[in-house]
Nanobody, 122 residues
Framework: VQLQASGGGLVQAGDSLRLSCAAS????????MGWFRQAPGKEREFIAAVRWRGGSTDYADSVKGRFTSSRDNAKNTVSLQMNSLKPEDTAIYYC????????????????WGQGTQVTVSS
């Protein structure tokens, strides 16, 4: 499966931003779509995941209540709605995919998009 992330940008603290991940090339109903981020000097961090079939989700505690992940079956797109952004949310955001159950380790994901930069100024 091929993934293409988009929607990053420069925003101010408290603003919202919506990332999208276009998926193609596989039977998407088998996949779990994950969102990860990596800030300079830090390890890649799990943010959210959504099962393509059924739409169940999981979130990291750091974003719970602020970020929402959803999928659009008609467009083969997964979105990450980010509200109340904070400077510490600044990172490169990646979408990823894996077949099977919903997991939160980056090593569990087999397919990765190219990343999109999100910068939140204070």
């Amino acid at each position: 499966v091929q993934l293409q992330a988009s929607g990053g940008g420069l925003v101010q603290a408290g603003d919202s931003l919506r990332l999208s991940c276009a998926a193609s090339g596989g039977n998407l109903s088998r996949y779990v779509m994950g969102w990860f981020r990596q800030a300079p000097g830090k390890e890649r961090e799990f943010i959210a995941a959504v099962r393509w079939r059924g739409g169940s989700t999981d979130y990291a505690d750091s974003v719970k209540g602020r970020f929402t992940s959803s999928r659009d079956n008609a467009k083969n797109t997964v979105s990450l709605q980010m509200n109340s952004l904070k400077p510490e949310d600044t990172a490169i955001y990646y979408c990823a995919a894996r077949v099977g159950i919903l997991l939160s380790k980056s090593s569990d994901y087999d397919y990765w998009g190219q990343g999109t930069q999100v910068t939140v100024s204070s």
